[in-house]
């Protein structure tokens, strides 16, 4: 007996550990959003569709940057909500009902949740990583089933004559190509079908639902926003006291995004915005290669994406450490409008009155300095031409809803951006551009500034500003 049951338990244990051993070089975060949270995700999605209904997610089309150069991949928001699966080329099948799915020749399962993915390739995988597979996608994903992409054509049509009435998939971007377009071409067909009227389901889109769930962060979600919030502000401690007259706006640029690197961030929320003297003026600046100059002021709005989270900060500060008279005046009115802002905001409050402090704060502020005729109207708006702040989340412009809610992560940015030569400015507000930018937590009485830790007050920059910091160190 015990000479027949060792070889069994040691082949046994043998096939256990190839396959931990396949999977231990996947996952090496470790602070990530539990597989247990996205279960959650996904009973809800099942929970609002119902029984007689079943819902198609995929995954975000990988882009070509040139010749046989990809832009780094990143995973769609919705589809990395409902699975965390960072991997091109997959689908999310949800159907309560429940579908049958014949994983062996021998074996069938029924499941209400199917991950297909991309098939384990030793090949493909010693150009571009290893892949999760199927035991990834269950073992580590979380998946109540995971298969191989090349059954998705027959698992989807068994799921359209599973007895429901709804099929919840969203339509197939232009941009969708290749792998991923092949894959889908059994649910484009389907789409298109459909439009002809020739279908027995009714079409749904699956990511309105999804929005509404993202409006409200759980405390997990909080945790990476937060964390995010923080590598942020730290980088902008580091830009203020490494930023001296002669840098190029790119070595700041570079500077923000080691911080964020350094610290463990995959990545920025958002490209880099540095901009100083004629280019603070230009509120999505990224081309960032002009000469940083005595005098100059410097907007940088740069945050980082923690796990997929982006959070998104904006400092204003002055190159050489100490801010002019009329850089002075500027940002304390848009630092005055922010507080403002903020004041208002608690849950129930109204996002419209939250922006109408700020704005009403610019209006009278401009008005005294003489840079707007009028202090009624909307004149002010010549110099603030955006609005007030928006959601972050797994998008840096995230979902929100005008009713804040505690639990939702608001930015709040005011700005005031003169040009040169101005209509009828005084020449010596000219190329001063100033944001301030903060991500506020909604909480049950107020809110939270998340990203506190980043110098705002005048004295608090010139203070910062005197420190050394990582950027003044010479690379040769
Ligand atoms: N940080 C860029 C923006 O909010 O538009
Ligand atoms: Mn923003």
Redesign the pocket.
Known sequence: MRSFMLPVFALLSFAIAQENEALKYIQYDTDVITPAEYKTRRDSVMKMIGSDAAAVFYSAPERMRNGDVDYLYRQSDNFYYLTGFTEPNSILILSPKGIRVKVTDTTTVTSNEILFVQSKNPMAEAWTGRRYGTEGGMKLIGVQLAVVNEKFKSVFQQTLFSGIKYLYVQSITSDVSGTLKDLLSPVQLYIDNAKRNNSKLELRDPNAMVHTMRIIKSKQEIDMLRKATEISAIAHQQAMASVEPGMFEYELQALYEYAFQRQGAEYYG?PCINGAAENSVIL?YNSNRKKINNGDIVLS?CAAEYRGYSS?V?RSYPANGKFTKEQKEIYQIVLNAQKAAIAVMKPGANWSDVSAAADSVIANGLFALGITKQKEGISFKKFYNHGLG?AVGLN??DVGQPTLAAGMLY?V?PGIYIPEKADGVDAKYFNIGVRIEDVLLVSETGSENLSAAAPREINDIETMMKKKGIGNQPLK
């Open positions: 958002y999505h709005d998104d904006t928006h840096v412009h930015t940015e």
